[in-house]
């Protein structure tokens, strides 16, 4: 079947702009079409609650970058709540990414084939970082389409809205006929650290970054319409510390209302900190600073180069600690204050602030690619892996051998290694306890697709969907090949996301029927070249982990 009769027989012709649309012609996947650049100082002009904007056109769709949604967080603003942008008079442009909150150096580069398939944009670091970006078909603000707000991983403490070429809006806002939108917060230290012991001014501290979200949501309600955006049609989604973000955001007050549907891409996260915790990486911070309560506003005229390096030793002591350990995922986290962050997100249960809020769950197969950087680790033994799993679980590796080789008899040691991570039992939890409220519908899903780049060791790892959600895979192509089997595959996996956009249910033409999840039938749907529904697959593997 040509690829003009799988699109009119999978029904995605259906989607916003009709059959496949002139935009899209022009955009496709691959890049390689004509420039199609419209820049001028009286074209995509869209004014906003601080002042008017200029952006531009890419291949015909509106595309605006670097857009202040609050105030800069440098020096006296730092550790405080985000404050409203200063209007300006006059068109400010919005023509490129905005600075990303500061970091440590990405470790990924020294890996030449992490570098490889991620081919990572590391972008400029600043704290006036406030920032959103936005890709639009039209810019009318009574055509009410969807938006989709991306949230980028990295934990809590690096990344950015730019940081993969795979999040670039383009495609998937052409496709899908939807307002697109892209997000830079407060990271690690600048964003996360808990310092409401040394006075009333820092009582938010430790959610800052996670208040920066909130104030970027309320951002897209008042501007959003603008832009062709429907305010009351938000969906968030996000991927690892992303999608960590947004099940923390399902479980703030002051989100209620801002976003009506939400994914979660490849989390663990069910608990985050407790005050102890924060606070013993806010006293590993300070005694690096040489900074005590009777200081503590010198924190302000710190360099920020310093505060980093100050939150990288704080995190390795810590986690290295007694009280490190008694958490479930260590480093720069929202912290659980009773008041902006009322308890665990997740845990025991679903948040009743969000649950009205459909949302799709899911992983992908191999998170942890064993031999992504290290072929040798193809030809893991059995005895290997065996050791391998006594030696990270002394206890009950050997069990936990048994119950690997009876569930998955026909996989290789290195693919077993690279099931053993927390995203695919934990996608199935928090499925579990947000059906469990009967008041939404939640989707289950896993993206089993793998790459035939670098022998097909990398499989399906971590972050390898986002290509596809999307429809980057042709951009990304030392991530898929820029394949048939990836266009084609993209098209049924961003149409899924898009349909719940729109709809709240990913089901279409293209894909078997995809049932809403319930813990009495486990649905969860394979996204793979051939997709399919399956009961519950890991089931066995889940239970005997979860007791780890």
């Known amino acids: ?16 702009l009709g059959a496949v649309s002139p935009v899209l012609k022009k955009a496709r996947c691959s890049g390689h079409a004509h420039a199609s650049i419209v820049a001028r100082a009286d074209h995509a002009v869209v004014e906003t609650t601080a002042g008017k904007i ?35 008079t006059g068109i400010r442009d919005a023509l490129a990414y905005g600075p990303i909150c500061p970091q440590r150096p990405n470790k990924g580069w020294a ?44 934990g809590f403490f690096s990344g950015s809205s730019q940081e993969h070429p795979s999040y670039d809006g383009r495609n998937l806002s052409a496709f899908g006929d939807v307002v697109v939108i892209s997000v830079n917060h407060r990271l690690n230290v600048f964003g996360f650290l808990d310092l409401s012991a040394y006075g009333d001014q820092y009582a938010a501290s430790g959610n800052g970054g996670m208040l920066d979200l909130i104030a970027a949501l309320q951002w897209v309600k008042n501007n959003v319409e603008n832009f062709g955006g429907d305010p009351n049609n938000v969906t968030l989604f996000g991927q690892s510390g992303g999608a960590s973000k947004i099940t923390t955001l399902m479980n703030m007050p002051l989100a209620k209302g801002l976003f009506h549907k939400a994914i979660s891409q490849s989390s663990s996260v069910a608990k985050i900190a407790s005050r102890e915790y924060a606070s013993a990486l806010t006293k590993n911070v300070l005694a690096y600073l040489d900074i005590s309560a009777r200081n503590i506003d010198t924190l302000h005229q710190v360099d920020y180069r310093r505060l980093i390096e100050a939150a990288i030793v704080a995190e390795k002591k810590v986690s290295e600690s007694a009280v490190g350990k008694k958490v479930p995922r260590s480093g720069w986290q929202p912290v659980m204050d009773g008041v902006i962050i009322p308890s665990h997100p997740f845990y025991p249960n679903a948040p009743e602030f969000s649950a009205d809020v459909p949302m799709m769950i899911g992983s992908n197969r191999h998170e942890w690619s064993a031999s992504i950087g290290d072929s040798a680790m193809e030809a893991l033994t059995d005895e290997g892996l065996r050791k391998k799993l006594m030696e990270r679980y002394p206890e009950k590796g050997e069990a936990f051998y048994q119950v690997c080789k009876h569930i998955y008899p026909h996989a290789k040691p290195v693919e077993i290694l ?34 035939k780049l670098l022998d097909g060791r990398p499989r399906a790892y971590h972050c390898s969907e986002i290509p596809f959600i999307f429809y980057n895979t042709d951009r990304c192509a030392t991530m898929t090949g820029a394949t048939e089997e990836a266009r084609l595959l993209s098209e049924k996996v961003a149409k899924a996301w898009i349909n719940f956009a729109r709809t709240g249910n990913p089901n279409h033409h293209g894909l078997p029927e995809w049932p809403a999840f319930k813990q009495s039938n486990g649905a969860t749907m394979i996204f793979n070249n051939v997709c399919e529904v399956k009961r519950d697959p890991d089931r066995a593997f889940r239970k005997f982990y979860l007791t780890l």
């Open 418 to 451: 690279s099931f053993l991570n927390p995203y695919n039992p934990m996608a199935h939890v928090l499925a579990e306890v947000k059906s469990a409220q009967q008041q939404a519908n939640v989707y289950l899903y896993m993206f089993a697709w793998e790459t």
């Open 54 to 88: 200029r952006g531009y056109q890419d291949h015909g769709i509106f595309t605006f970058k670097g857009i202040p949604y609050a105030a800069t967080t440098a020096l006296q603003n730092r550790f405080s709540p985000p404050k409203s942008v200063t209007p300006w």
């Open 111 to 154: 890996s030449e084939e992490y570098a490889f398939l991620f081919q990572w944009v590391d972008g400029y670091q600043g704290e006036d970082c406030l920032r959103v970006n936005v890709w639009s078909t039209r810019l009318d603000k009574h055509a009410k389409k969807p938006v989709m707000f991306w949230i980028h991983g990295g």
């Open 1 to 16: 079947m040509n690829r003009r009769s799988f699109i009119k027989k999978s029904g995605l012709t259906s989607i916003g």
